[in-house]
């Protein structure tokens, strides 16, 4: 989505997933199979940073989005929007708690700010899922033919549920309610996954937020990268 206040092992687990699904699982084996669907744990903690940079069209054109991550939480993220104007919004957090948009005037960002754009690092998200959420619970509410359906609690303190398919066992789509409209759903849904430096992770993302789609076209997607942008405000 587009950034202002309208924003918004592994052979193991894949037998002992497979073997198990007529058991009932709890949510440390969905979650984890998940994890080591992607890459085993070797290579997972041999990543430092991620930098990917996306095309995307939203409801009021097209724009690109690139994100730079690491896994302690620091973000530096970035929206170049081509709509009648070029408009540029850049912003940095630090430890995933605070953040600060760059440009002429430096303001600190809100904490549903920081949460939504963290929620743009889509790769490293599906990478450290059991931190980026809590109290997971298995949905006795709703059943799924083709998913396993996971209660959780986001930072902000908010409920959300975690959709993981039963055939590949990724996390597919993940459903919140807007930080800025109570009375509004956001439905993240990841897609064409590939394989990259021995990790498997998305080229495409869809949100849907309310009446409106934004779609992520990963052009780049890059681990390790020496091109990482660690920015310091203080200096």
């Known amino acids: 989505m587009a950034f202002g206040r309208t924003i918004f092992v592994s052979f193991f ?18 979650v984890n199979a998940s994890i080591y669907k992607i890459g085993s744990k070797e290579i997972r903690e041999n990543i430092k940073n991620i930098v990917t940079i996306a095309e995307c069209i939203g409801p ?14 620091y973000t530096y993220f970035k929206q170049i929007k081509e709509y009648e104007t070029v ?23 809100s ?3 920081i949460f939504v754009i963290r929620s743009h690092e889509f790769h490293q ?6 931190k980026r959420y809590n109290d997971f619970e298995i949905a006795k509410d709703t059943v799924s033919k083709d998913d396993h359906i ?18 590949h066992q990724y996390l597919d789509k993940i459903v919140l309610i807007n930080p ?10 990841v897609t064409n996954w590939k394989l990259i430096d021995q990790i498997y992770l998305p ?33």
């Open 150 to 167: 996971i209660h959780a609690i986001t930072a902000l303190g908010k409920s959300c549920s975690l959709f993981f398919n039963k055939r």
């Open 180 to 189: 800025d409209n109570a009375n509004e759903f956001i439905i993240t849904q």
């Open 203 to 235: 080229y495409k993302v869809t949100i849907q937020q309310g009446d409106n789609y934004y779609h992520f076209e990963f052009k780049e997607i890059l681990i390790n990268s020496s091109n990482f942008k660690k920015i310091d405000i203080n200096q």
């Open 60 to 73: 009021n054109g097209k724009y690109r989005t690139i994100v730079h991550s690491d896994d302690s939480g």
């Open 13 to 30: 687990y894949g037998v002992f997933f497979s073997c198990s699904s007529t058991q009932p699982l709890s949510t440390l084996e969905i």
């Open 111 to 113: 904490e549903e700010e």
């Open 125 to 130: 998200m599906l990478l450290s899922i059991n």
């Open 87 to 109: 408009q540029i919004y850049e912003a940095v957090i630090y430890d995933g708690k605070s953040g600060f948009t760059l440009g002429d005037t430096i303001q600190e960002l």
